[in-house]
């Protein structure tokens, strides 16, 4: 298994490479009225708009300000882009199947499988999914604000009618 691994608040964290977008810099990010409280902001990309989740804050940690250190890595979920602000990115790594443990947990009544690596006998790292950040709500709201974005003012404008 290729993944990509990064780090949050000096804990290393993976994500599978075929859950992986792009890799950016930390570019400005622009806040957006009424948000949802998870939503940093939004960034433009090469034309699109992509809605942006601090990973360190939606795990519970304070961030007050990013440095030229920290990424953005861009995945899909379901029909949005969408980024994911870490501390930096590590390096892509080839897991052995062997070093992988798997696991089940629950999250708001949903099922998840929660790896871990374990390296030179003693590293552990977790192979997160990008979905067990957001609930269904949320993934829902992303997709509907990146939509909106899209269309540009007309469509503003219907749903605020809505």
Same mark, same amino acid.
């Given at each position: 298994?290729?993944?990509?691994?990064?780090?949050?608040?000096?804990q290393?964290?993976?994500?599978?490479?075929?859950?992986?977008? =792009?890799? #950016?810099a930390?570019?400005? %990010? +622009?806040?957006?009225?009424?948000?949802?409280?998870?939503?940093?902001g *939004?960034?433009?990309?090469?034309?699109?708009?992509?809605?942006?989740?601090?990973l360190?804050?939606?795990m519970?940690?304070?961030?007050?300000?990013y440095?030229?250190?920290?990424?953005?890595?861009i995945?899909?979920?379901?029909?949005?882009?969408?980024?994911f602000?870490?501390?930096?990115?590590v390096?892509?790594?080839d897991l052995?199947s =062997?070093? #992988?443990r798997?696991?089940? %947990? +629950?999250?708001?009544?949903?099922?998840?499988?929660?790896?871990?690596a *374990?390296?030179d006998g003693r590293?552990?790292?977790?192979?997160?999914?990008?979905e067990?950040f957001l609930?269904?709500r949320?993934?829902?709201?992303?997709?509907?604000?990146q939509?909106t974005l899209l269309?540009?003012?007309e469509a503003?404008?219907?749903?605020?009618r809505?």
């Open positions: 298994m290729h993944v990509l691994t990064f780090e949050i608040t000096d290393t964290y993976a994500v599978d490479i075929w859950e992986t977008h =792009d890799v #950016i930390m570019i400005a %990010i +622009k806040p957006v009225l009424a948000a949802p409280g998870f939503l940093e *939004v960034i433009n990309l090469r034309g699109v708009v992509i809605p942006i989740i601090d360190a804050k939606r519970g940690y304070s961030r007050s300000y440095t030229y250190g920290n990424r953005i890595i995945s899909k979920l379901e029909s949005a882009l969408v980024g602000v870490v501390d930096r990115v390096e892509i790594l052995p =062997d070093s #992988i798997t696991s089940k %947990i +629950k999250v708001d009544g949903q099922e998840f499988s929660c790896d871990m *374990v390296l590293e552990i790292i977790q192979i997160v999914r990008w067990f609930n269904r949320e993934l829902v709201q992303l997709s509907h604000l939509s269309a540009g003012p503003s404008s219907e749903s605020a809505i």
